[in-house]
Protein backbone atom coordinates (compact mmCIF):
# COMPACT_ATOMS: atom_id res chain seq x y z
CA UNK A 1 0.00 0.00 0.00
CA UNK A 2 1.35 3.34 -0.66
CA UNK A 3 0.29 6.50 1.41
CA UNK A 4 -0.01 9.62 0.04
CA UNK A 5 -0.53 13.12 2.15
CA UNK A 6 -2.00 16.53 0.97
CA UNK A 7 -2.07 19.70 3.19
CA UNK A 8 -5.19 20.38 1.50
CA UNK A 9 -8.29 20.94 4.60
CA UNK A 10 -8.09 24.07 6.45
CA UNK A 11 -10.12 25.50 9.82
CA UNK A 12 -10.27 29.00 10.71
CA UNK A 13 -12.67 31.38 12.69
CA UNK A 14 -14.88 33.94 11.15
CA UNK A 15 -16.09 36.49 13.85
CA UNK A 16 -18.91 38.88 13.30
CA UNK A 17 -17.81 42.40 13.74
CA UNK A 18 -20.94 44.09 14.52
CA UNK A 19 -21.34 47.00 16.61
CA UNK A 20 -22.25 46.53 20.39
CA UNK A 21 -25.87 47.62 21.35
CA UNK A 22 -26.76 49.67 24.40
CA UNK A 23 -27.80 45.94 26.13
CA UNK A 24 -25.31 43.74 24.44
CA UNK A 25 -21.37 44.16 24.15
CA UNK A 26 -19.99 42.63 20.96
CA UNK A 27 -16.35 42.57 21.43
CA UNK A 28 -15.49 41.50 18.28
CA UNK A 29 -16.61 44.83 17.00
CA UNK A 30 -13.15 45.52 17.92
CA UNK A 31 -10.12 44.79 15.69
CA UNK A 32 -7.61 44.44 18.31
CA UNK A 33 -9.65 42.47 20.18
CA UNK A 34 -10.35 40.31 16.64
CA UNK A 35 -6.62 39.90 16.36
CA UNK A 36 -6.06 39.33 19.75
CA UNK A 37 -7.86 35.72 19.22
CA UNK A 38 -4.74 34.84 17.23
CA UNK A 39 -2.38 34.65 20.96
CA UNK A 40 -5.11 33.15 22.15
CA UNK A 41 -5.28 30.23 20.47
CA UNK A 42 -2.25 27.67 20.78
CA UNK A 43 -2.62 26.38 16.98
CA UNK A 44 -0.02 23.54 18.22
CA UNK A 45 -2.16 22.45 20.23
CA UNK A 46 -5.22 21.57 17.89
CA UNK A 47 -2.23 19.77 15.77
CA UNK A 48 -1.18 17.71 18.48
CA UNK A 49 -3.78 16.94 20.03
CA UNK A 50 -7.18 17.13 17.71
CA UNK A 51 -5.54 16.24 14.49
CA UNK A 52 -3.00 13.60 16.16
CA UNK A 53 -0.38 15.34 15.00
CA UNK A 54 -1.08 15.26 11.08
CA UNK A 55 -1.01 18.82 9.94
CA UNK A 56 0.07 22.32 11.26
CA UNK A 57 -0.34 26.12 12.39
CA UNK A 58 -1.89 28.13 10.00
CA UNK A 59 -1.75 32.04 9.28
CA UNK A 60 -3.34 33.18 6.14
CA UNK A 61 -5.44 31.62 3.10
CA UNK A 62 -2.86 30.20 0.69
CA UNK A 63 -0.97 26.93 0.46
CA UNK A 64 2.53 27.56 2.79
CA UNK A 65 3.85 25.44 -0.85
CA UNK A 66 2.46 28.03 -3.14
CA UNK A 67 4.63 30.20 -5.21
CA UNK A 68 2.30 33.18 -3.51
CA UNK A 69 2.96 32.46 -0.88
CA UNK A 70 6.34 33.71 -1.09
CA UNK A 71 5.20 37.13 -2.37
CA UNK A 72 3.87 37.59 0.95
CA UNK A 73 5.61 35.45 3.63
CA UNK A 74 7.94 38.62 5.17
CA UNK A 75 3.96 40.42 5.46
CA UNK A 76 2.44 37.84 7.15
CA UNK A 77 6.13 37.37 9.49
CA UNK A 78 6.07 40.72 10.58
CA UNK A 79 2.69 39.66 12.49
CA UNK A 80 2.55 38.22 16.17
CA UNK A 81 0.35 34.59 16.13
CA UNK A 82 2.36 33.15 18.61
CA UNK A 83 0.30 31.69 21.72
CA UNK A 84 0.31 33.71 25.13
CA UNK A 85 -3.25 33.15 26.27
CA UNK A 86 -2.02 35.78 29.22
CA UNK A 87 -1.17 38.47 26.32
CA UNK A 88 -4.29 37.94 24.53
CA UNK A 89 -6.02 38.24 27.89
CA UNK A 90 -4.49 41.47 28.87
CA UNK A 91 -5.28 42.70 25.37
CA UNK A 92 -8.96 42.01 25.01
CA UNK A 93 -9.47 42.89 29.09
CA UNK A 94 -8.38 46.52 27.74
CA UNK A 95 -11.03 46.46 25.12
CA UNK A 96 -13.78 45.22 27.51
CA UNK A 97 -12.74 48.31 29.69
CA UNK A 98 -13.34 50.58 27.23
CA UNK A 99 -16.88 48.76 26.18
CA UNK A 100 -17.84 49.39 29.70
CA UNK A 101 -17.70 45.73 30.98
CA UNK A 102 -16.25 45.02 34.63
CA UNK A 103 -14.71 41.44 35.90
CA UNK A 104 -16.07 39.97 38.94
CA UNK A 105 -15.09 36.64 40.23
CA UNK A 106 -13.07 36.68 37.55
CA UNK A 107 -15.89 36.46 34.62
CA UNK A 108 -17.49 39.63 32.56
CA UNK A 109 -20.56 41.60 33.28
CA UNK A 110 -22.08 44.53 31.54
CA UNK A 111 -24.67 45.85 33.58
CA UNK A 112 -25.03 43.48 35.50
CA UNK A 113 -25.32 40.35 33.07
CA UNK A 114 -22.55 38.30 32.03
CA UNK A 115 -21.09 38.89 28.27
CA UNK A 116 -21.62 35.79 26.45
CA UNK A 117 -19.64 34.95 23.69
CA UNK A 118 -22.18 32.73 21.18
CA UNK A 119 -20.05 30.13 19.06
CA UNK A 120 -21.73 28.69 15.95
CA UNK A 121 -20.12 24.95 15.58
CA UNK A 122 -20.88 22.28 12.95
CA UNK A 123 -21.84 19.34 13.88
CA UNK A 124 -22.02 17.67 10.50
CA UNK A 125 -19.70 14.99 9.16
CA UNK A 126 -18.42 16.70 6.09
CA UNK A 127 -15.81 18.90 7.84
CA UNK A 128 -14.45 16.46 10.22
CA UNK A 129 -13.02 17.48 13.37
CA UNK A 130 -14.99 21.35 13.02
CA UNK A 131 -16.86 20.40 16.38
CA UNK A 132 -13.80 19.30 18.28
CA UNK A 133 -12.56 22.55 17.50
CA UNK A 134 -15.53 24.29 18.29
CA UNK A 135 -15.66 23.00 21.60
CA UNK A 136 -11.32 23.97 22.11
CA UNK A 137 -12.27 27.59 21.34
CA UNK A 138 -14.87 27.69 23.17
CA UNK A 139 -13.23 26.68 26.05
CA UNK A 140 -10.48 29.07 25.52
CA UNK A 141 -12.95 31.97 25.80
CA UNK A 142 -14.63 30.24 29.08
CA UNK A 143 -10.78 30.32 30.62
CA UNK A 144 -10.52 34.11 30.40
CA UNK A 145 -13.81 34.99 32.25
CA UNK A 146 -16.32 34.76 29.49
CA UNK A 147 -19.25 33.00 29.41
CA UNK A 148 -19.50 30.93 26.14
CA UNK A 149 -22.74 29.78 24.37
CA UNK A 150 -22.50 26.62 22.32
CA UNK A 151 -24.95 27.21 18.99
CA UNK A 152 -24.50 23.86 16.94
CA UNK A 153 -25.90 23.57 13.31
CA UNK A 154 -26.02 21.48 10.28
CA UNK A 155 -27.58 23.41 8.28
CA UNK A 156 -26.14 27.36 8.19
CA UNK A 157 -29.04 28.73 6.35
CA UNK A 158 -31.85 27.75 8.93
CA UNK A 159 -29.18 28.40 12.25
CA UNK A 160 -28.57 32.27 13.11
CA UNK A 161 -26.03 32.58 10.56
CA UNK A 162 -28.69 33.34 8.56
CA UNK A 163 -29.95 36.29 10.35
CA UNK A 164 -29.10 39.97 9.99
CA UNK A 165 -25.52 40.36 11.57
CA UNK A 166 -26.88 43.36 13.30
CA UNK A 167 -28.84 41.44 15.99
CA UNK A 168 -25.70 40.11 17.34
CA UNK A 169 -27.18 35.99 17.19
CA UNK A 170 -23.43 34.85 16.85
CA UNK A 171 -20.03 35.96 17.28
CA UNK A 172 -18.04 33.80 16.33
CA UNK A 173 -18.35 30.69 13.60
CA UNK A 174 -16.07 27.77 12.84
CA UNK A 175 -15.13 27.58 9.25
CA UNK A 176 -13.59 24.56 7.19
CA UNK A 177 -12.77 24.03 3.93
CA UNK A 178 -11.34 20.60 2.06
CA UNK A 179 -9.67 21.95 -1.31
CA UNK A 180 -9.69 19.73 -4.11
CA UNK A 181 -7.31 21.52 -6.57
CA UNK A 182 -4.59 25.09 -6.03
CA UNK A 183 -3.93 27.91 -8.13
CA UNK A 184 -1.55 30.53 -8.77
CA UNK A 185 -2.63 33.93 -8.23
CA UNK A 186 -4.39 33.14 -5.68
CA UNK A 187 -5.89 36.69 -4.63
CA UNK A 188 -8.94 35.70 -4.01
CA UNK A 189 -8.67 35.48 0.20
CA UNK A 190 -8.44 39.34 -0.06
CA UNK A 191 -11.73 39.85 -2.58
CA UNK A 192 -13.29 37.12 -0.36
CA UNK A 193 -13.30 39.32 2.73
CA UNK A 194 -13.20 42.82 0.98
CA UNK A 195 -16.81 44.02 2.22
CA UNK A 196 -18.64 44.43 -1.33
CA UNK A 197 -18.63 40.91 -1.57
CA UNK A 198 -20.89 40.70 1.31
CA UNK A 199 -19.13 37.20 2.67
CA UNK A 200 -20.22 37.91 6.11
CA UNK A 201 -22.89 35.24 7.18
CA UNK A 202 -26.57 37.19 6.68
CA UNK A 203 -25.00 40.07 5.19
CA UNK A 204 -26.19 39.33 1.85
CA UNK A 205 -29.88 39.82 2.53
CA UNK A 206 -31.46 42.59 1.86
CA UNK A 207 -30.95 45.10 4.40
CA UNK A 208 -28.99 43.27 6.39
CA UNK A 209 -25.53 44.63 8.18
CA UNK A 210 -22.18 44.78 6.73
CA UNK A 211 -19.48 45.82 7.93
CA UNK A 212 -17.49 48.54 5.46
CA UNK A 213 -13.83 48.91 4.91
CA UNK A 214 -12.90 51.51 2.32
CA UNK A 215 -8.80 50.33 2.16
CA UNK A 216 -9.82 47.09 1.83
CA UNK A 217 -13.00 47.35 -0.78
CA UNK A 218 -10.89 49.14 -3.09
CA UNK A 219 -8.12 46.70 -2.94
CA UNK A 220 -10.64 44.25 -3.16
CA UNK A 221 -12.06 45.68 -6.15
CA UNK A 222 -8.81 46.59 -8.40
CA UNK A 223 -7.85 42.98 -7.62
CA UNK A 224 -11.17 41.52 -8.76
CA UNK A 225 -11.45 43.67 -11.80
CA UNK A 226 -8.05 43.09 -13.02
CA UNK A 227 -7.34 46.82 -12.35
CA UNK A 228 -3.40 46.64 -12.19
CA UNK A 229 -1.31 47.52 -14.63
CA UNK A 230 1.37 44.70 -14.86
CA UNK A 231 2.49 41.95 -12.79
CA UNK A 232 4.94 43.55 -10.29
CA UNK A 233 1.44 45.79 -9.35
CA UNK A 234 -0.76 42.72 -8.99
CA UNK A 235 1.86 42.00 -6.34
CA UNK A 236 1.55 44.89 -4.95
CA UNK A 237 -1.83 44.80 -3.90
CA UNK A 238 -1.29 41.20 -3.05
CA UNK A 239 0.53 42.29 -0.26
CA UNK A 240 -1.33 45.31 0.52
CA UNK A 241 -4.61 42.83 0.75
CA UNK A 242 -2.75 40.87 2.95
CA UNK A 243 -1.56 43.30 5.04
CA UNK A 244 -5.32 44.28 5.61
CA UNK A 245 -7.02 41.03 5.97
CA UNK A 246 -4.17 40.28 8.99
CA UNK A 247 -5.02 44.09 10.46
CA UNK A 248 -8.45 43.84 10.52
CA UNK A 249 -8.96 40.15 11.16
CA UNK A 250 -12.44 39.39 9.74
CA UNK A 251 -11.50 35.82 10.11
CA UNK A 252 -8.11 34.27 11.17
CA UNK A 253 -6.83 30.71 9.90
CA UNK A 254 -5.96 27.73 12.95
CA UNK A 255 -4.18 25.07 11.02
CA UNK A 256 -4.02 22.74 8.08
CA UNK A 257 -4.90 19.49 8.19
CA UNK A 258 -2.86 16.65 6.34
CA UNK A 259 -5.06 14.34 4.81
CA UNK A 260 -4.26 11.46 4.33
CA UNK A 261 -4.94 8.88 0.87
CA UNK A 262 -3.81 5.48 0.42
CA UNK A 263 -3.46 3.09 -2.70
CA UNK A 264 -2.72 -0.57 -3.32
CA UNK A 265 0.78 -0.96 -4.98
CA UNK A 266 -1.14 -2.06 -8.73
CA UNK A 267 -3.41 0.79 -8.83
CA UNK A 268 -0.68 2.74 -11.92
CA UNK A 269 -1.61 6.12 -13.05
CA UNK A 270 -1.88 7.96 -9.98
CA UNK A 271 0.07 11.45 -10.41
CA UNK A 272 -0.11 13.04 -7.16
CA UNK A 273 -0.86 16.52 -6.23
CA UNK A 274 1.53 18.41 -3.69
CA UNK A 275 -1.16 20.23 -2.64
CA UNK A 276 -4.45 18.12 -2.70
CA UNK A 277 -3.24 14.64 -2.79
CA UNK A 278 -4.37 11.83 -5.32
CA UNK A 279 -7.75 13.94 -5.18
CA UNK A 280 -5.92 16.22 -7.94
CA UNK A 281 -9.08 15.62 -10.94
CA UNK A 282 -6.87 14.46 -13.51
CA UNK A 283 -6.25 10.86 -11.48
CA UNK A 284 -9.67 9.73 -11.49
CA UNK A 285 -9.45 9.81 -15.83
CA UNK A 286 -5.52 8.43 -15.18
CA UNK A 287 -5.85 5.68 -12.34
CA UNK A 288 -5.99 1.88 -13.56
CA UNK A 289 -5.54 -1.58 -12.53
CA UNK A 290 -3.15 -3.66 -15.31
CA UNK A 291 -5.40 -6.56 -16.69
CA UNK A 292 -8.59 -5.15 -14.91
CA UNK A 293 -11.67 -3.18 -15.69
CA UNK A 294 -13.12 -1.81 -12.72
CA UNK A 295 -11.10 0.02 -9.83
CA UNK A 296 -12.91 0.54 -6.67
CA UNK A 297 -12.25 3.59 -4.40
CA UNK A 298 -13.35 3.91 -1.11
CA UNK A 299 -14.57 6.91 0.29
CA UNK A 300 -16.17 8.11 3.87
CA UNK A 301 -19.66 9.41 2.03
CA UNK A 302 -21.17 9.27 -1.64
CA UNK A 303 -24.75 9.59 -1.05
CA UNK A 304 -27.40 9.61 1.48
CA UNK A 305 -31.39 9.23 0.51
CA UNK A 306 -32.60 13.11 0.74
CA UNK A 307 -29.97 14.88 -0.22
CA UNK A 308 -29.93 17.10 -3.34
CA UNK A 309 -28.32 15.73 -6.36
CA UNK A 310 -29.41 18.73 -9.26
CA UNK A 311 -28.20 20.25 -11.88
CA UNK A 312 -28.08 23.52 -9.62
CA UNK A 313 -26.66 21.42 -6.83
CA UNK A 314 -24.47 18.84 -8.08
CA UNK A 315 -22.08 18.46 -5.27
CA UNK A 316 -22.64 19.43 -1.68
CA UNK A 317 -19.65 18.33 -0.11
CA UNK A 318 -15.84 17.42 -0.78
CA UNK A 319 -16.76 13.62 -1.36
CA UNK A 320 -19.26 13.97 -3.75
CA UNK A 321 -17.40 16.32 -5.27
CA UNK A 322 -15.20 13.61 -6.51
CA UNK A 323 -18.20 12.22 -8.04
CA UNK A 324 -18.11 14.88 -9.77
CA UNK A 325 -14.92 15.17 -11.25
CA UNK A 326 -15.37 11.84 -12.75
CA UNK A 327 -18.83 12.38 -14.19
CA UNK A 328 -18.23 15.83 -15.75
CA UNK A 329 -15.91 17.58 -17.90
CA UNK A 330 -14.62 21.00 -17.51
CA UNK A 331 -13.27 23.39 -19.98
CA UNK A 332 -9.70 23.21 -18.08
CA UNK A 333 -8.52 22.86 -14.67
CA UNK A 334 -5.25 24.06 -12.83
CA UNK A 335 -1.88 22.59 -13.66
CA UNK A 336 -0.91 20.76 -10.56
CA UNK A 337 2.60 21.85 -10.86
CA UNK A 338 2.54 25.09 -11.93
CA UNK A 339 -0.97 25.58 -10.51
CA UNK A 340 -1.95 27.76 -13.63
CA UNK A 341 -4.81 26.92 -15.59
CA UNK A 342 -4.73 25.20 -19.10
CA UNK A 343 -7.69 23.74 -21.40
CA UNK A 344 -9.35 20.79 -21.68
CA UNK A 345 -11.75 19.96 -23.96
CA UNK A 346 -12.37 23.64 -24.73
CA UNK A 347 -9.04 25.30 -26.26
CA UNK A 348 -9.12 29.26 -26.50
CA UNK A 349 -7.25 32.72 -27.01
CA UNK A 350 -7.46 35.99 -25.83
CA UNK A 351 -7.61 39.33 -27.36
CA UNK A 352 -7.40 42.27 -24.93
CA UNK A 353 -7.36 45.84 -24.64
CA UNK A 354 -6.43 45.71 -21.11
CA UNK A 355 -5.95 46.64 -18.58
CA UNK A 356 -6.47 50.49 -19.05
CA UNK A 357 -8.24 50.15 -23.11
CA UNK A 358 -11.54 48.74 -24.58
CA UNK A 359 -12.47 46.41 -27.30
CA UNK A 360 -15.11 47.40 -29.76
CA UNK A 361 -18.14 44.64 -29.54
CA UNK A 362 -19.00 43.72 -33.05
CA UNK A 363 -22.75 45.03 -33.73
CA UNK A 364 -24.02 41.07 -33.97
CA UNK A 365 -22.61 40.05 -30.32
CA UNK A 366 -25.88 39.45 -28.08
CA UNK A 367 -26.66 39.90 -24.13
CA UNK A 368 -29.56 38.55 -22.76
CA UNK A 369 -32.92 41.02 -21.45
CA UNK A 370 -34.67 39.08 -18.84
CA UNK A 371 -37.41 41.73 -19.39
CA UNK A 372 -37.57 41.58 -23.12
CA UNK A 373 -37.05 37.69 -22.17
CA UNK A 374 -34.68 37.10 -25.30
CA UNK A 375 -31.46 37.90 -26.86
CA UNK A 376 -30.79 41.22 -27.88
CA UNK A 377 -27.95 43.36 -29.90
CA UNK A 378 -25.98 45.97 -28.42
CA UNK A 379 -25.54 47.72 -31.66
CA UNK A 380 -22.99 50.57 -31.85
CA UNK A 381 -20.41 51.78 -29.16
CA UNK A 382 -20.90 48.56 -26.67
CA UNK A 383 -17.23 48.05 -25.55
CA UNK A 384 -15.29 45.38 -23.25
CA UNK A 385 -12.31 44.96 -22.27
CA UNK A 386 -11.03 41.46 -23.69
CA UNK A 387 -13.04 38.96 -25.81
CA UNK A 388 -12.31 34.82 -24.77
CA UNK A 389 -12.58 32.92 -27.91
CA UNK A 390 -13.70 29.30 -27.28
CA UNK A 391 -13.01 27.05 -29.60
CA UNK A 392 -15.96 24.43 -29.06
CA UNK A 393 -15.00 21.85 -32.24
CA UNK A 394 -14.06 18.88 -29.44
CA UNK A 395 -17.83 19.70 -27.58
CA UNK A 396 -20.52 20.53 -30.12
CA UNK A 397 -21.54 17.66 -32.25
CA UNK A 398 -20.41 15.33 -29.01
CA UNK A 399 -22.53 13.24 -26.99
CA UNK A 400 -24.22 13.66 -23.64
CA UNK A 401 -24.09 10.31 -21.93
CA UNK A 402 -27.54 9.40 -22.97
CA UNK A 403 -26.21 9.45 -26.43
CA UNK A 404 -28.07 12.73 -27.04
CA UNK A 405 -25.56 15.60 -29.32
CA UNK A 406 -24.51 18.71 -27.45
CA UNK A 407 -24.98 21.19 -29.32
CA UNK A 408 -25.80 25.29 -29.68
CA UNK A 409 -29.25 24.84 -27.76
CA UNK A 410 -28.00 23.49 -24.56
CA UNK A 411 -24.79 26.31 -24.77
CA UNK A 412 -27.63 28.75 -25.35
CA UNK A 413 -29.64 27.25 -22.99
CA UNK A 414 -27.11 27.35 -20.31
CA UNK A 415 -25.89 30.92 -20.33
CA UNK A 416 -29.96 32.11 -20.54
CA UNK A 417 -29.80 30.59 -17.15
CA UNK A 418 -26.71 32.16 -15.85
CA UNK A 419 -28.21 35.91 -16.58
CA UNK A 420 -31.92 34.77 -15.88
CA UNK A 421 -30.65 33.69 -12.32
CA UNK A 422 -29.60 37.21 -11.64
CA UNK A 423 -31.88 39.28 -13.50
CA UNK A 424 -35.37 37.32 -13.16
CA UNK A 425 -36.31 38.60 -9.67
CA UNK A 426 -38.18 35.23 -9.19
CA UNK A 427 -35.50 33.30 -9.85
CA UNK A 428 -32.90 35.57 -7.80
CA UNK A 429 -34.89 34.43 -4.90
CA UNK A 430 -33.68 30.68 -5.11
CA UNK A 431 -30.60 30.52 -7.34
CA UNK A 432 -27.00 30.81 -5.77
CA UNK A 433 -25.28 32.74 -8.76
CA UNK A 434 -22.68 35.65 -7.94
CA UNK A 435 -23.58 38.79 -9.58
CA UNK A 436 -20.87 40.44 -9.32
CA UNK A 437 -19.10 38.05 -11.34
CA UNK A 438 -21.66 37.34 -14.16
CA UNK A 439 -21.64 41.63 -14.05
CA UNK A 440 -18.31 41.18 -15.95
CA UNK A 441 -19.46 39.41 -18.82
CA UNK A 442 -20.73 41.76 -21.33
CA UNK A 443 -22.01 40.12 -24.29
CA UNK A 444 -21.65 36.80 -26.45
CA UNK A 445 -20.63 36.09 -30.41
CA UNK A 446 -21.50 32.95 -32.20
CA UNK A 447 -18.51 33.29 -34.56
CA UNK A 448 -19.51 29.95 -36.52
CA UNK A 449 -20.14 26.24 -36.40
CA UNK A 450 -17.58 25.56 -32.85
CA UNK A 451 -15.99 29.23 -31.80
CA UNK A 452 -17.48 31.27 -29.24
CA UNK A 453 -16.76 34.62 -27.90
CA UNK A 454 -17.32 36.24 -24.84
CA UNK A 455 -16.69 39.71 -23.81
CA UNK A 456 -15.53 40.17 -20.72
CA UNK A 457 -14.56 43.31 -18.43
CA UNK A 458 -11.83 41.14 -16.93
CA UNK A 459 -8.03 41.64 -17.22
CA UNK A 460 -4.88 39.75 -15.91
CA UNK A 461 -1.28 39.06 -16.87
CA UNK A 462 -1.70 35.66 -16.90
CA UNK A 463 -3.76 34.32 -19.92
CA UNK A 464 -5.25 31.12 -17.89
CA UNK A 465 -6.52 34.11 -15.39
CA UNK A 466 -8.96 35.12 -17.65
CA UNK A 467 -10.23 32.10 -19.71
CA UNK A 468 -11.36 30.73 -16.13
CA UNK A 469 -13.34 33.81 -15.36
CA UNK A 470 -14.94 33.44 -18.72
CA UNK A 471 -15.89 29.47 -19.10
CA UNK A 472 -19.05 27.56 -17.73
CA UNK A 473 -20.98 24.27 -17.38
CA UNK A 474 -23.25 23.20 -19.88
CA UNK A 475 -26.11 21.30 -19.69
CA UNK A 476 -28.89 19.04 -21.32
CA UNK A 477 -30.71 21.80 -21.97
CA UNK A 478 -34.03 19.63 -21.75
CA UNK A 479 -33.23 18.18 -18.52
CA UNK A 480 -32.03 21.76 -17.38
CA UNK A 481 -35.67 23.10 -18.10
CA UNK A 482 -37.62 20.45 -16.89
CA UNK A 483 -35.97 21.03 -13.21
CA UNK A 484 -35.37 24.60 -13.54
CA UNK A 485 -38.90 24.82 -14.04
CA UNK A 486 -40.37 22.47 -10.99
CA UNK A 487 -37.56 24.71 -9.19
CA UNK A 488 -37.73 28.22 -10.15
CA UNK A 489 -41.33 28.46 -11.39
CA UNK A 490 -43.43 25.59 -9.78
CA UNK A 491 -40.98 25.52 -6.41
CA UNK A 492 -42.52 21.91 -5.65
CA UNK A 493 -39.01 21.05 -5.28
CA UNK A 494 -35.75 23.23 -4.37
CA UNK A 495 -32.24 23.03 -5.68
CA UNK A 496 -30.20 22.36 -2.40
CA UNK A 497 -31.54 21.78 1.52
CA UNK A 498 -31.81 25.30 2.87
CA UNK A 499 -34.10 26.29 -0.21
CA UNK A 500 -35.76 23.38 0.61
CA UNK A 501 -36.32 24.10 4.22
CA UNK A 502 -37.50 27.78 3.64
CA UNK A 503 -40.16 26.80 1.05
CA UNK A 504 -40.96 23.68 2.41
CA UNK A 505 -40.60 21.16 -0.59
CA UNK A 506 -38.08 18.65 -1.01
CA UNK A 507 -34.49 19.30 -2.49
CA UNK A 508 -34.34 18.01 -5.62
CA UNK A 509 -32.75 14.42 -5.42
CA UNK A 510 -32.30 12.76 -9.07
CA UNK A 511 -31.90 9.71 -7.96
CA UNK A 512 -35.75 9.57 -6.10
CA UNK A 513 -37.83 7.82 -7.97
CA UNK A 514 -40.09 9.99 -7.16
CA UNK A 515 -38.33 13.11 -8.53
CA UNK A 516 -37.33 11.25 -11.77
CA UNK A 517 -41.00 10.66 -12.64
CA UNK A 518 -42.01 14.60 -11.88
CA UNK A 519 -39.11 15.44 -14.08
CA UNK A 520 -40.07 12.83 -16.80
CA UNK A 521 -43.62 14.18 -16.96
CA UNK A 522 -42.19 18.12 -17.08
CA UNK A 523 -40.01 16.68 -19.86
CA UNK A 524 -42.95 14.91 -21.54
CA UNK A 525 -45.09 18.01 -21.48
CA UNK A 526 -41.94 20.79 -22.76
CA UNK A 527 -42.71 22.71 -25.89
CA UNK A 528 -40.57 23.85 -28.02
CA UNK A 529 -42.62 27.43 -28.41
CA UNK A 530 -41.97 28.06 -25.22
CA UNK A 531 -38.73 28.32 -25.84
CA UNK A 532 -38.08 29.76 -29.08
CA UNK A 533 -36.74 32.83 -27.80
CA UNK A 534 -33.74 31.42 -26.19
CA UNK A 535 -32.48 29.60 -29.24
CA UNK A 536 -33.08 32.46 -30.96
CA UNK A 537 -30.24 34.66 -31.94
CA UNK A 538 -30.55 37.08 -34.61
CA UNK A 539 -32.80 35.24 -36.97
CA UNK A 540 -31.35 32.29 -36.66
CA UNK A 541 -32.97 29.59 -34.67
CA UNK A 542 -30.50 27.10 -33.07
CA UNK A 543 -32.77 24.22 -31.95
CA UNK A 544 -33.77 22.00 -34.63
CA UNK A 545 -36.98 20.55 -35.29
CA UNK A 546 -35.99 16.61 -34.20
CA UNK A 547 -33.84 18.11 -31.23
CA UNK A 548 -36.31 18.06 -28.72
CA UNK A 549 -38.43 14.71 -29.23
CA UNK A 550 -34.47 12.72 -29.74
CA UNK A 551 -33.73 14.51 -26.26
CA UNK A 552 -37.27 13.58 -24.49
CA UNK A 553 -36.79 10.42 -25.96
CA UNK A 554 -33.14 9.11 -24.75
CA UNK A 555 -33.92 11.06 -21.60
CA UNK A 556 -36.55 8.47 -20.74
CA UNK A 557 -34.41 5.70 -21.90
CA UNK A 558 -31.94 6.32 -19.26
CA UNK A 559 -33.51 6.62 -16.71
CA UNK A 560 -35.67 3.29 -17.98
CA UNK A 561 -32.03 1.81 -17.44
CA UNK A 562 -29.86 3.66 -14.90
CA UNK A 563 -32.61 4.91 -12.59
CA UNK A 564 -31.34 8.21 -12.34
CA UNK A 565 -31.39 11.16 -14.33
CA UNK A 566 -27.49 12.47 -13.95
CA UNK A 567 -26.25 12.99 -17.42
CA UNK A 568 -23.64 14.90 -18.12
CA UNK A 569 -20.59 14.91 -20.55
CA UNK A 570 -17.64 13.65 -18.48
CA UNK A 571 -15.54 10.27 -19.41
CA UNK A 572 -17.68 8.75 -16.61
CA UNK A 573 -21.50 7.98 -16.37
CA UNK A 574 -23.41 7.26 -13.35
CA UNK A 575 -24.91 3.91 -13.61
CA UNK A 576 -26.56 2.82 -10.66
CA UNK A 577 -26.89 3.84 -6.88
CA UNK A 578 -27.23 0.98 -4.15
CA UNK A 579 -28.84 2.78 -1.69
CA UNK A 580 -27.85 -0.12 1.10
CA UNK A 581 -24.45 -0.19 0.26
CA UNK A 582 -24.07 3.50 -0.03
CA UNK A 583 -22.16 2.42 -3.75
CA UNK A 584 -22.39 4.59 -6.45
CA UNK A 585 -21.34 2.27 -9.80
CA UNK A 586 -19.69 4.58 -12.46
CA UNK A 587 -18.43 3.33 -15.97
CA UNK A 588 -16.47 4.66 -18.39
CA UNK A 589 -18.39 6.82 -21.24
CA UNK A 590 -17.72 5.06 -24.79
CA UNK A 591 -20.40 6.97 -26.60
CA UNK A 592 -19.11 8.30 -30.31
CA UNK A 593 -17.30 11.65 -30.71
CA UNK A 594 -16.23 11.38 -27.20
CA UNK A 595 -12.99 13.65 -26.99
CA UNK A 596 -10.66 11.51 -25.21
CA UNK A 597 -9.93 7.52 -26.17
CA UNK A 598 -9.87 4.72 -23.99
CA UNK A 599 -6.24 3.72 -22.86
CA UNK A 600 -4.40 1.18 -24.68
Not at 206 to 229: M, R, S
Not at 402 to 411: E, K, L, P
Not at 554 to 559: D, L, R, Y
Request: glycine share 6%; hydrophobic share 35%; with cysteine.
Amino acid sequence: VKIYTAPSQFFGLDFNPAPSTNEVINPFSVKEFRFAVNNLINRQEIVDTILKGYGSPRKISIFDASPDYGLVKDVVDSYDFSYNQDSASNKMDSVMSELGAVKEEGKWLFKNQPVVIKIAIYEGTAYGEVKEIGEYVAEKFEDIGFSVERIYYSNSSESVLGQNPKNLSWNVKISGAIYYSASKFDDYFIIYQSPFMKTLAGSSKEGAWNYENETLDNIGKKLFNGNYNDENEWVSLLRDGTKEVLENAYSIQLVTKKQIFAANDYVKGINPSEYVGIRDLPNFRSMYVPGKDKIIIGTKETYEQGDPFNYSWFATNIYRMDIKQCLRDFAGWNNKDNLEYESNRWDSSITTAGPEGKLDIPSDAFMWDSAKHGWVSLGEGASATTKVTFDLSKYIGTKWHDGSNISWSDILYTLYVDQESVHNEKWSEVADMDAESLSRIKAYRIADDTHLEVYVDIWHFNKGMVVSQATFTPNNWVLYAATNEIIYEDRAMMNSLSNADTYGVPAMDLLNKDHIKTVLEKVNNLDSNKFSSIFTVGEKNYLTSSELEEKKLNIKSWADKHNNLIIVDGPFYLDSFDQESRTVYLKASRTSGYSFSKRQ
